[in-house]
């Protein structure tokens, strides 16, 4: 077993570190009752400054805090306020720390902070002061969280947090929450936020709703925060709820997701309802997309019964039917299945209606011009079977009369002839082929008529089962389709309707 006073010996004429390493893990592995014996002795070496290089006098410390006297204490407390080698001030903040209790060693410990101008040295110092555990330590790990400048002191306002979130310091919340809302760097923000939920204070609320959102603020922060959110957030707060709401419809799906997962652990029970509503609300095909991710991870038939019949408005019902497109499975394709064919099936009956109010329309201009026709067939039978009277009486006249009847009669009789058979030959054979030739025309213009509708409302039903949106300017497409067919139909029927008017007026 080596000697102790043989190691101190040994630690002043070592000169690599790893020779020093060595008679440390030899020096811990003695007895208690052997380290008391050197304890003057390793403080002499520690006050030795003329004869012993600050490196050499740097191990002291070391060795004292595992001698962990009083007197190794007090040595310690005393040789840190009036040394000069910031190296050896270092090692003696690190064993007071680690190695001793009381409140009494942070004060001193926390000068030693202030005084420090190497920037490595104020991060070790801030980093023991963070473990420290001592209640006594918490201003001093509040005052760390205002330190700005290089990435040094990002470094000692991380081990502010880590400390008291360690130590559950309740006058550390608001300190923490006001610089959480001015933090660049998201590690510390982080940090930050990790601390407050280590509080547990619901005072912290405010300040995760305040935290901006948007691309300014790092993903990790945003996941952190809305956890952390639904943690420390009283039962049914609702600036809570809207917060994670908002974060539902992130660009960033993780932080999407994250959030839905928040309010679903948050809300419980009323999730679905809450997500459906916010749902309802929304018009952007981006910010659906991203409510049925959420309504997706709500496992059942929950959400797709309060999709089925919900909306009021057309924009929340076409807000639904979109999310049960996203959220998909098969109970939500069959209701939207049912929901289309039950537009389809009304579109039909409107058709269907149409196509029989146009047929009976026609039959009534067919039988209006049949009708027609037979008034004039009756009118020039009438007048021929006249004519036929006249020309028999005139013959008559002609036959048993006198020389002047008989002449009289003779001019009648071929006059009335004449005219009987100009009308009999001319005026019904043009009339009856003129009618006809407008009835098919009429006829066929109609027929292409219904036809062109026909194919409109196909590619209607085509269009509207394809699964794919149709919206306002497809609908109006269809109607200009619609609107073209009857204004090439019409002239054509009022072309042959008309053409007999036209002849008479000739």
Not at 241 to 258: D, F, G, I, W
Not at 336 to 347: F, G, I, K, S
Not at 425 to 436: F, T
Not at 470 to 491: G, I, Q, R, V, W
Request: hydrophobic share 45%; charged share 25%.
């Amino acid at each position: 077993m080596p000697d102790p006073k043989e190691l101190v010996q040994a630690l002043r004429e070592q000169t690599t570190l790893e020779q020093r390493e060595i008679i440390r893990d030899q020096f811990a592995a003695l007895p208690a009752s052997l380290h008391e014996s050197v304890t003057q002795d390793l403080i002499d070496l520690l006050g030795d400054v003329e004869n012993t290089d600050n490196i050499t006098r740097s191990w002291a410390p070391i060795l004292l805090g595992k001698i962990g006297t009083p007197e190794a204490r007090e040595a310690l407390l005393d040789r840190l306020s009036r040394d000069e080698s910031h190296h050896v001030r270092m090692w003696i903040c690190k064993t007071l720390i680690r190695d001793f209790t009381g409140d009494d060693r942070i004060g001193p410990v926390a000068d030693c902070f202030d005084r420090e101008q190497t920037k490595e040295i104020r991060i070790q110092i801030a980093r023991v002061l963070a473990e420290s555990g001592s209640p006594a330590a918490v201003p001093k790990l509040i005052e760390f969280l205002s330190q700005e400048g290089s990435d040094d002191e990002e470094v000692i306002r991380a081990y502010g947090a880590d400390g008291l979130g360690a130590q559950k310091a309740l006058e550390g919340v608001e300190p923490l929450g006001v610089r959480l809302l001015v933090e660049d760097s998201w590690t510390v923000a982080i940090k930050i936020i990790h601390a407050l939920v280590s509080i547990e204070d619901a005072g912290a609320v405010q300040y995760l709703c305040e935290l901006r959102q948007g691309e300014g603020l790092h993903e990790q922060v945003q996941i952190a925060a809305l956890k952390a959110l639904a943690q420390l957030a009283p039962p049914e707060d609702d600036k809570a709820v809207e917060v994670m709401l908002n974060y539902c419809c992130a660009p960033q799906r993780t932080v999407a997701l994250t959030a839905a997962d928040s309010l679903i652990r948050f809300l419980k029970e009323t999730a679905a309802e809450t997500l459906v509503n916010f749902g309802l609300s929304q018009s952007d095909p981006a910010f659906i997309a991203r409510i049925a991710d959420a309504l997706r991870m709500i496992r059942g038939d929950k959400v797709v019964a309060l999709l089925k019949n919900a909306g009021k408005s057309p924009q929340e019902k076409e807000a639904a039917r979109a999310l049960l497109e996203q959220i998909g499975g098969a109970q939500a394709v069959g209701i939207l299945v049912d929901q289309r064919m039950a537009t389809l099936n009304q579109a039909q009956s409107r058709v269907q209606d149409f196509d029989k109010q146009a047929l009976e329309l026609f039959h009534d201009t067919v039988e209006e011009a049949k009708r027609g026709f037979k008034i004039s067939l009756f009118m020039s039978t009438t007048i021929f079977i006249i004519g036929v009277i006249l020309l028999a009486g005139s013959i008559y006249l002609m036959l048993k009369g006198e020389d002047t009847a008989q002449i009289l009669g003779g001019v009648g009789a071929l006059s009335g002839l004449g005219t009987i058979l100009t009308m009999f030959y001319k005026g019904p054979m043009e009339k009856i082929e003129r009618s006809v030739a407008n009835l098919v025309q009429t006829e066929i213009a109609f027929l292409g008529y219904i036809r062109q509708v026909t194919q409109i409302t196909a590619m209607f039903e085509r269009e509207y089962l394809s699964g794919e949106a149709f919206d306002l300017k497809d609908l109006e497409a269809l109607l200009n389709y619609t609107e073209n067919a009857m204004k090439e139909t019409m002239p054509l029927v009022s072309l042959y309707t008309a053409r007999r008017e036209n002849k008479d007026r000739k």
